[in-house]
T-cell receptor, first 116, second 112 residues
Framework: DAGVIQSPRHEVTEMGQEVTLRCKPISGHDYLFWYRQTMMRGLELLIYFNNNVPIDDSGMPEDRFSAKMPNASFSTLKIQPSEPRDSAVYFCASRPSRDYTYNEQFFGPGTRLTVL | GQQVMQIPQYQHVQEGEDFTTYCNSSTTLSNIQWYKQRPGGHPVFLIQ?????EVKKQKRLTFQFGEAKKNSSLHITATQTTDVGTYFC????????????FGDGTTLTVKP
């Protein structure tokens, strides 16, 4: 299995531009999570999906952020317009449902976003 | 909302010394997971604890889940340079459908 795939791995953009981050979860995993990691705020959960449906988006910072999961094998996180404070590493993670006690999340390699 | 706190934030040790990080939740957890993130890498799952008072070992690593299921610890015996990285705990509450709340992590550096 290829693991969770994220693209791009690095993104440098200018303030005000639209940024789209992409994620392909592991096949068969029906939970997908988007995290943001910074030195100041640590690892923050932004939103998660179950069976392509957003379940909890309370971590999305503001309306400039949006996430979609059009099918089981693809999700996007969009920032429009981007701001310098959005600079961070964005991780996508997935896991299967299995039973209630199973919680191992598989993280992708991350996208390092720099907004100038 | 649920909060998961980890201490210490940073730990610097000499190679061969022991290391412990502690995780405390504001609410009772149904289970807790531990992850390790190497510098420049992504979090990688280490283990999950489910039962009250549970203790699990992975070579030099010992994981414990408190009796009240509100705290946990990770202990590394005789650290090696390969142990460097940030260790996160992540707790899940019974009423939560799918997510785990991550602590802020403990960053370990090991001096050879």
């Amino acid at each position: 299995d290829a693991g969770v795939i994220q693209s791009p791995r690095h993104e440098v953009t200018e303030m005000g531009q639209e940024v789209t981050l992409r994620c392909k979860p592991i096949s068969g995993h029906d939970y997908l999570f988007w995290y943001r990691q910074t030195m100041m705020r640590g690892l923050e959960l932004l939103i998660y999906f179950n069976n392509n449906v957003p379940i909890d988006d309370s971590g999305m910072p503001e309306d400039r952020f949006s996430a979609k999961m059009p099918n089981a094998s693809f999700s996007t996180l969009k920032i429009q317009p981007s701001e310098p404070r959005d600079s961070a590493v964005y991780f996508c993670a997935s896991r299967p449902s299995r039973d209630y006690t199973y919680n191992e999340q598989f993280f992708g390699p991350g996208t390092r976003l720099t907004v100038l | 909302g649920q909060q998961v706190m980890q201490i210490p934030q940073y730990q610097h040790v000499q190679e061969g010394e022991d290391f412990t990080t502690y995780c405390n939740s504001s609410t009772t957890l149904s289970n807790i997971q531990w992850y390790k993130q190497r510098p420049g890498g992504h979090p990688v799952f280490l283990i999950q604890l489910v039962k009250s008072g549970e203790v699990k070992k992975q070579k030099r690593l010992t994981f414990q889940f408190g009796e009240a299921k509100k705290n946990s610890s990770l202990h590394i015996t005789a650290t090696q340079t390969t142990d460097v990285g940030t260790y996160f705990c992540a707790g899940r509450v019974t009423t939560n459908a799918g997510k785990s709340t991550f602590g802020d992590g403990t960053t370990l550096t090991v001096k050879p």
